[in-house]
C-alpha cells in the first residue's frame, strides 16, 4: 500500500512539474498504440539532433584546429566567441518553432563550450596579465548570466546543466581569490551541489540530477576526507559515508547509494592497509574486509529494493 501511495506522489509531481493535466494522462492511457509510435519517433528525431550537432561542432573543432596558426587575435576570437553566441542565438531561435525544437540541446551545448573558449581566448589575446582566475570569474559569471536567465524563460534542462557547472566555476574562483581553505571550499560546494540536486529532483529537470548529485557527493567526501585524513577525528569520513546511505534512503537516490558505499568500503580498505599491512593479524583483516564487503553490498541493495526502487 505504501508503495502504491509513494508512486501516486511520484506521478502527481510529474505532473505538476510539466503541467500535464488529467485529461492528457487519461489520453495516454487510452491511446497507448499512438503514444508507442510518438515515443519511437521522438527518439529517432531525437538521436539524429544529437548526431548532427556532434558531426557540425566536430567540423568546427577540425576547421579551428587546421588552421589556429595562420588566424590573427580578431579571426580566433571571432571563430570561437562569434560561433559560440551564433549557436547560442539559434538554439533560442528553435524553441520558437515545434518543428525545430530538438535541435536546440545540439546547438545550446555547442554555445556552452564554444563561447567560454572564445572569452578564454579574448582575454588571452587582449589582456594584459594579471590572475588568470580573474578570467575564469568573469567568463563564468557572463555564462551564468546568460544561460541562467535563458533558463528562467525557457526552462529546458540543458540550460540548467550548464547554468550549475557555471556557477560552480563562479565560486570556486572566487573563494580561491579569497583565499578560503581548499577544503572549507570543496566541503560548501559539495554540500550546495547536494541541496541543488534535491531541488533538481523535484522540478522537471530531474534527468540531470544524478550527474550533480554524484559530483556534489564525490567533491565532499574527498574534500572532508583531505581535512580529516591522518588526525584524530578520522573516523568522521567515516561517519559521513553512513550518513550518506541514509541520506540516498530519504531523498531515494541510487546515487548517493553507491556513492555512500563505495566510500565506505574504500575507508575500510584504507585504514586495515594503513594499520594492519605489516602485523600478522593482516589476513584476518582481509577476512574481516571480505564480511564486510558483502554485509555492505547486502544492505545496499536491500535499502534500494525497500527504500528506492520501489518507490521510483
Not at 574562483?173 to 560546494?189: P, Y
Not at 529537470?205 to 578520522?234: C, D, K, N, Q, R
Not at 534512503?249 to 585504514?271: D, E
Request: charged content about 10%.
Amino acid at each position: 500500500m505504501l508503495q502504491k501511495e509513494d508512486a501516486l506522489q511520484d506521478i502527481v509531481l510529474l505532473a505538476k512539474s510539466h503541467n500535464i493535466t488529467l485529461d492528457e494522462i487519461a489520453s495516454a492511457l487510452t491511446n497507448s498504440q499512438a503514444q508507442l509510435a510518438q515515443q519511437s519517433s521522438g527518439i529517432l528525431s531525437k538521436l539524429f539532433g544529437y548526431i548532427g550537432g556532434i558531426f557540425v561542432f566536430a567540423g568546427i573543432g577540425v576547421f579551428i584546429s587546421m588552421y589556429w596558426a595562420d588566424f590573427g587575435s580578431a579571426a580566433r576570437v571571432i571563430i570561437t566567441l562569434g560561433t559560440g553566441f551564433i549557436a547560442f542565438i539559434m538554439g533560442v531561435i528553435c524553441l520558437t518553432d515545434k518543428k525545430y525544437e530538438r535541435a536546440a540541446t545540439s546547438l545550446f551545448l555547442m554555445a556552452a563550450i564554444l563561447q567560454p573558449t572564445g572569452i578564454l581566448v579574448m582575454l588571452q589575446e587582449y589582456s594584459s596579465g594579471g590572475d588568470p582566475r580573474v578570467g575564469l570569474i568573469f567568463m563564468a559569471i557572463y555564462m551564468l548570466i546568460q544561460q541562467g536567465a535563458t533558463l528562467i524563460a525557457k526552462g529546458r534542462t540543458v540550460l540548467a546543466f550548464s547554468a550549475i557547472l557555471f556557477g560552480c566555476i563562479f565560486f570556486a574562483n572566487l573563494f580561491d581569490v579569497w583565499d578560503m581553505n581548499e577544503k572549507l571550499i570543496g566541503v560548501v560546494i559539495g554540500i550546495s551541489l547536494l541541496c541543488i540536486s534535491y531541488a533538481l529532483n523535484q522540478s522537471r529537470h530531474l534527468a540531470i540530477a544524478p550527474f550533480w548529485y554524484f559530483v556534489g557527493a564525490m567533491i565532499l567526501m574527498w574534500s572532508v576526507f583531505e581535512a580529516v585524513e591522518s588526525t584524530p577525528f578520522e573516523l568522521i569520513y567515516l561517519g559521513l559515508s553512513a550518513f550518506m546511505v541514509f541520506l540516498s534512503t530519504y531523498v531515494r537516490s541510487r546515487t548517493l547509494l553507491l556513492v555512500g558505499t563505495l566510500s565506505m568500503l574504500i575507508y575500510i580498505g584504507y585504514y586495515t592497509a594503513k594499520h594492519f599491512a605489516n602485523t600478522v593479524g593482516w589476513p584476518i583483516a582481509l577476512v574481516m574486509i571480505g564480511i564486510a564487503l558483502i554485509a555492505l553490498s547486502s544492505l545496499a541493495v536491500r535499502l534500494n529494493n525497500k527504500y528506492i526502487k520501489s518507490s521510483n
